[in-house]
């Protein structure tokens, strides 16, 4: 069954970095677009980064471009994002999502993981 | 920047007929997809490219798009269809997928 599982997500100070991990398994994940989203409490889903299946391109929505980070590790099937930076507004659930194809649908989700900042 | 917009919220008596809309400029010439999120879980793809379905969503999940609004369209609601519901859209002019701010679904 394809599956993909975020870690992560903590407490962190105002300033602090902290990097997330999302794993897949159940399919090839080398052939796949990665997408992370987040989400707020209470909120809708805000779609943060996208990289390409063999690591090329990445976008970055304009809210976090300059302080995040998306990379792949397709020998492992891992997906990451790196967030340094962090402010308050940042605090949100933090999904990752595959695509099957370049500005395609996002088909699986994991199950997010929290990310608090608070001083 | 590329804005969706969706109504907040919209109510259906059960085994009627659902109508959530996304508004965008010329989102009829895009792609669009629908994601349903039940409270606690992640979301969940429905309605792909405007009409097309995922396996093992049911057929009264369809949906349309046209000009500047597309529609998602829920027949013979059940209870279970209670939720929140999301368009997006990928943004040729930024590089960017656009969600709409997610309309709820409640069954009276």
């Known amino acids: 069954e394809a599956q993909l599982v975020e870690s992560g997500g903590d407490l962190v100070q105002p300033g602090g970095s902290l990097r997330l991990s999302c794993a897949a398994s159940g399919f090839m994940f080398s052939s796949y677009e990665m997408n992370w989203v987040r989400q707020a409490p209470g909120k809708g889903l805000e779609w943060i980064s996208y990289i390409g299946s063999h690591g090329s391109p990445k976008y970055y929505a304009n809210s976090v471009k300059g302080r995040f980070t998306i990379s792949r590790d397709n020998a492992d099937d891992l997906l990451y994002l790196q967030l340094n930076g962090l402010t308050v507004e940042d605090t949100a659930i933090y999904y990752c999502?595959?695509?099957?194809?370049?500005?395609?649908?996002?088909?699986?989700w994991g199950q997010g993981t929290l990310v608090t900042v608070s001083s | 920047s590329y804005d969706l917009a969706q109504p907040p919220s919209v109510s259906v008596a059960p085994g009627k007929t659902a109508r959530i809309t996304c508004g965008g400029n010329?989102?009829?010439?895009?792609?669009v997809n629908w994601y349903q999120q039940k409270p606690g879980q992640a979301p969940m793809l429905v309605i792909y490219?405007?009409?097309d379905r995922p396996s093992g969503i049911p057929e009264r999940f369809s949906g349309s798009n046209s000009g500047s609004t597309a529609t998602l369209i829920i027949s013979r609601v059940e209870v279970a269809d209670e939720a929140d519901y999301f368009c997006?859209?990928?943004?040729?002019?930024?590089?960017?997928?656009?969600f709409g701010g997610g309309t709820r679904l409640t069954v009276l």
């Open positions: 490219y405007d009409s």
């Open positions: 997006q859209v990928w943004d040729d002019s930024s590089d960017h997928w656009v």
């Open positions: 010329n989102i009829g010439g895009t792609g």
């Open positions: 999502a595959r695509s099957p194809s370049p500005r395609s649908e996002f088909d699986l």
